[in-house]
């Protein structure tokens, strides 16, 4: 079995065939997907769908691209949606330089205030981190993040940085970018821990190879295991179980 870590279900490029995808998603071996909320509205909507979904959890905060939705009100309505059943994870938060959809100290206070929350809640976080590794691992170390880990979704930081998310207790999410051409991020993939391994397709991007460029979806993660196990990173099913065990661990998922 796989899991998808971080899809994004409840975006509108999937409303014309959820059930179809989820039906090719455990066909291709895909039994267990977290369905990520980036702000309030995605995050009732991606709650609803693990409600009504008994492959599909859920997961509630504000990406950075939407910090500037995430003012005192809003983020004073989280603790609810993250206490809904089937809610297992804080995020998406985080901190995007490369794209700064939102000011910096703007991001940074959303994120501070994400990290508190799951602390307080127990419960991981999922992150963005893009152009901001270093000043990420600095908050999260600043602010006690080890205490409940999480993912790091989408992992574009150096082997170091990579070392110094794992000290700090967060598991390394890859996805279709390990199947590009001279990956680095596939380098990076094969020297993480293994018990600190996560796939994830952040559907509906970043389609891995051989569906590059199409709208990403949940089955497409075996293409991320097939990847890594060529690459050297073990077996195929080593991947699947390996990888699975760890989702199942850090987000309390039955197994
Ligand atoms: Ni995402």
Do not use: W
């Not at 995050?43 to 959890?57: C, G, K, L, N, Q």
Request: hydrophobic fraction near 40%; charge should be positive; glycine fraction near 8%.
């Amino acid at each position: 079995m796989l899991i998808d870590s971080h899809a994004h279900l409840m975006f509108p490029q999937f409303s014309g065939d959820l059930d179809e995808l989820l039906v090719r998603a455990r066909a291709a071996g895909v039994g267990q997907i977290v369905n990520v909320g980036t702000n309030l509205e995605t995050s009732r909507a991606a709650i609803a769908m693990a409600e009504t979904h008994d492959t599909v959890f859920a997961s509630a905060g504000f990406h950075p691209a939407d910090s500037e939705k995430a003012d005192a009100s809003s983020l004073k309505k989280l603790p609810d949606l993250l206490a809904r059943r089937r809610v297992v994870a804080v995020g998406e938060t985080g901190l995007d330089f490369y794209r700064n959809y939102a000011p910096r100290e703007m991001q940074e206070r959303a994120f501070r205030v994400h990290i508190r929350l799951a602390c307080e809640m127990g419960m991981p976080l999922i992150i963005h981190s893009r152009a901001a590794e270093t000043r990420v691992l600095d908050i999260l170390e600043a602010e006690g993040g080890s205490k409940v880990g999480g993912a790091m979704h989408c992992f574009g930081g150096n082997a170091a940085e990579a070392r110094r998310a794992v000290d700090l207790n967060f598991h390394l999410g890859f996805g279709g970018i390990v199947t590009f051409k001279n990956s680095h991020a596939l380098k990076v993939a094969l020297g993480v821990p293994v018990e600190r391994l996560i796939l994830e397709t952040d559907c509906p991007f970043l389609a891995p190879v051989p569906k590059r460029g199409k709208r990403n979806e949940p089955a497409y993660v075996r293409y991320v295991a097939e990847c890594l196990a060529r690459a050297g990173r073990g077996k195929f099913d080593s991947v699947c179980r390996q990888t699975t065990q760890n989702a199942q661990t850090l987000f309390g998922l039955p197994s």
